[in-house]
């Protein structure tokens, strides 16, 4: 994939399996409605859910194998998006989010 931007509400979350290690992959704010700082990777806080949840349900979605694995923080709900990055693109949009081109 050669773009690796995506953009996807605040409760979401990207994560990647590498060599049996967990990564979340980074996030940058592009509008904020809270008037003051908060860090988006308290999922504890933001979301009533902690590392330890996230980890055990991305593992038991596909047993931790390598890949990417997509994560609503808010529903508690999550995905395993297969071995390459555009399975994530393709995995938001059946899940309504994006479009092809974001311009449209």
């Known amino acids: 994939m050669s773009d690796t931007t995506v953009f996807i509400p605040d409760y979401y979350r990207i994560f990647e399996c590498r060599a049996e290690e967990w990564f979340l992959k980074t996030v940058r704010l592009i509008h904020k409605e809270l008037p003051f700082a908060v860090d988006l990777n308290d999922f504890q806080l933001l979301y009533g859910v902690s590392d330890e949840q996230i980890a055990v349900e991305l593992f038991r979605l596909n047993g931790g194998k390598a890949g990417y694995y ?14 390459e990055p555009e399975g994530v693109k393709v995995k938001l949009r059946s899940l309504g989010i994006g479009r092809d081109d974001p311009f449209q």
């Open 70 to 83: 997509l994560a609503n923080l808010r529903q508690k709900q999550f995905y395993y998006c297969g071995a």
